[in-house]
């Protein structure tokens, strides 16, 4: 079973990746066949027909393509000559109708995407719910917390800190706990104790003793992140959390109470002492469903074009690009720790993706020619061919470059460093 696991979830990953493309150029088809636009071929895929069927007295061809990646909708107009024996009239071509209906044509596949991530949010929306919280804690009976007095839903407090790793160049998201601890009873120096959730990866791997680490500190009394206290070199250690109460009259947290806890290390790591992450788990109501999809979708969108804004703004940021080779990991990942509905969360996050990025203005895709548009509406006048010839040579081949680069870095990154 477990040899077939692999294969099923590159199948599921190839499912909705074509699902995802066929609904796009479904959007595309749609409006064409609306404005009477002369389709010859609806496709998923590209490169060699797999299978293609052309209904009795139908004017378009319906084919399934070897290449699982990328789609199209080849029209009248758009420089596929008309097969022999066939006359079209040119106002049937793509170029033979107004310029808002070719609008409305370049844009129904974003349009659909944009629909499907909101059916694909409204279906995770009714699985169960479950959010994990940095700085606040479940504790386990009859551990060291539960002696200690923590009592189960503790929020602690945390002082965030972003450090960025000179050997990887990523950004590291550390909470600092505690700036008072010791180590092997030696109260002579003060270390900090911070926790990284980086390697946190299933609700099922909570345990907090998997996420500290100690520090050094800096003569201003800071955590020194680039000084990290090796485990091996640490019999014990005593850590506080500092607890947190909601204060009504100020209207924020404050201090409450210093829980110590002394905890021993086991084979170059800390031994669990009975807290976890405090997990969370609720269900929405069929009102909560329909708001918290709007609200999906809404924060889905931000954190996209904030992203593409970051592209132009931070240049550091094309490093945490990712492409096809990503996806399929990553929604592996998720399918495997976080379950079927947060799978179904994933593929709507991707689905808007699509539909932000095509809405770029760049060649090869939707947004280049819904701005050549704009172009020809404000100015009255056609821009050349010869023009548009060259800039769509010149973006394409930086188009396919940059896809080219992300999956030389998506294959170091996923599958070379099983091999190194």
């Given at each position: 079973?477990?040899?077939?696991?692999?294969?099923?979830?590159?199948?599921?990953?190839?499912?909705?990746?074509?699902?995802?493309?066929?609904?796009h150029e479904?959007?595309?088809?749609?409006?064409?066949?609306?404005?009477?636009?002369?389709?010859?071929?609806?496709?998923?895929?590209?490169?060699?027909?797999?299978?293609?069927?052309?209904?009795?007295?139908?004017?378009?061809?319906?084919s399934l393509r070897a290449i699982p990646f990328g789609g199209f909708v080849s029209m009248y107009g758009e420089g596929a000559e008309l097969p022999d024996g066939i006359k079209v009239d040119p106002s049937r071509s793509l170029f033979g109708i107004k310029k808002w209906k070719r609008a409305i044509i370049m844009v129904a596949g974003i349009v659909m995407n944009m629909i499907l991530a909101l059916i694909f949010f409204a279906i995770a929306n009714t699985f169960p719910q479950q959010q994990l919280y940095s700085n606040q804690l479940s504790v386990a009976p009859n551990s060291i917390a539960e002696t200690a007095g923590i009592p189960e839903g503790t929020i602690f407090k945390v002082k965030s800190y972003e450090y960025k790793d000179p050997v990887s160049e990523t950004n590291k998201l550390f909470y600092l706990i505690d700036k008072e601890a010791i180590i092997n009873n030696d109260d002579s120096v003060k270390y900090a104790v911070c926790l990284n959730y980086e390697t946190l990866n299933s609700f099922d791997k909570r345990d907090l003793s998997d996420y500290v680490f100690l520090y050094s500190l800096e003569n201003d009394g800071e955590p020194n992140f680039a000084q990290n206290v090796a485990l091996t070199e640490v019999n014990n250690a005593t850590i506080h959390f500092t607890s947190m109460v909601r204060d009504e009259a100020q209207n924020k947290y404050v201090e409450d109470q210093i829980y110590e806890l002394s905890i021993l290390t086991d084979d170059g790591k800390f031994a669990s002492f009975g807290l976890s992450l405090f997990l969370e788990t609720w269900s929405y109501d069929f009102g909560g469903v329909v708001k918290q999809t709007f609200v999906d979708f809404g924060e889905c969108s931000l954190l996209l074009f904030r992203a593409v804004g970051e592209l132009v703004t931070k240049p550091s940021s094309w490093g945490n690009m990712g492409g096809i080779i990503a996806v399929g990991f990553e929604t592996t990942a998720v399918l495997q720790n976080f379950g079927f509905g947060k799978f179904l969360f994933y593929w709507g996050f991707i689905s808007v993706n699509l539909a932000i990025f095509n809405l770029l203005p760049f060649p090869g895709l939707d947004g280049w020619q819904l701005l050549v548009l704009g172009i020809e509406a404000v100015t009255r006048k056609k821009v050349p061919e010869k023009v548009k010839n060259i800039v769509s040579f010149v973006g394409l081949a930086l188009l396919l470059a940059l896809m080219g680069f992300i999956v030389v870095k998506d294959l170091f990154r996923y599958v070379f460093v099983f091999l190194l």
């Amino acid at each position: 079973m477990e040899v077939l696991l692999p294969i099923v979830y590159i199948l599921l990953f190839l499912l909705f990746l074509s699902f995802l493309i066929m609904i796009h150029e479904l959007g595309h088809l749609a409006a064409a066949k609306a404005f009477n636009v002369y389709c010859f071929e609806y496709a998923i895929g590209m490169g060699p027909i797999l299978f293609s069927r052309k209904r009795k007295g139908g004017e378009t061809k319906f084919s399934l393509r070897a290449i699982p990646f990328g789609g199209f909708v080849s029209m009248y107009g758009e420089g596929a000559e008309l097969p022999d024996g066939i006359k079209v009239d040119p106002s049937r071509s793509l170029f033979g109708i107004k310029k808002w209906k070719r609008a409305i044509i370049m844009v129904a596949g974003i349009v659909m995407n944009m629909i499907l991530a909101l059916i694909f949010f409204a279906i995770a929306n009714t699985f169960p719910q479950q959010q994990l919280y940095s700085n606040q804690l479940s504790v386990a009976p009859n551990s060291i917390a539960e002696t200690a007095g923590i009592p189960e839903g503790t929020i602690f407090k945390v002082k965030s800190y972003e450090y960025k790793d000179p050997v990887s160049e990523t950004n590291k998201l550390f909470y600092l706990i505690d700036k008072e601890a010791i180590i092997n009873n030696d109260d002579s120096v003060k270390y900090a104790v911070c926790l990284n959730y980086e390697t946190l990866n299933s609700f099922d791997k909570r345990d907090l003793s998997d996420y500290v680490f100690l520090y050094s500190l800096e003569n201003d009394g800071e955590p020194n992140f680039a000084q990290n206290v090796a485990l091996t070199e640490v019999n014990n250690a005593t850590i506080h959390f500092t607890s947190m109460v909601r204060d009504e009259a100020q209207n924020k947290y404050v201090e409450d109470q210093i829980y110590e806890l002394s905890i021993l290390t086991d084979d170059g790591k800390f031994a669990s002492f009975g807290l976890s992450l405090f997990l969370e788990t609720w269900s929405y109501d069929f009102g909560g469903v329909v708001k918290q999809t709007f609200v999906d979708f809404g924060e889905c969108s931000l954190l996209l074009f904030r992203a593409v804004g970051e592209l132009v703004t931070k240049p550091s940021s094309w490093g945490n690009m990712g492409g096809i080779i990503a996806v399929g990991f990553e929604t592996t990942a998720v399918l495997q720790n976080f379950g079927f509905g947060k799978f179904l969360f994933y593929w709507g996050f991707i689905s808007v993706n699509l539909a932000i990025f095509n809405l770029l203005p760049f060649p090869g895709l939707d947004g280049w020619q819904l701005l050549v548009l704009g172009i020809e509406a404000v100015t009255r006048k056609k821009v050349p061919e010869k023009v548009k010839n060259i800039v769509s040579f010149v973006g394409l081949a930086l188009l396919l470059a940059l896809m080219g680069f992300i999956v030389v870095k998506d294959l170091f990154r996923y599958v070379f460093v099983f091999l190194l």
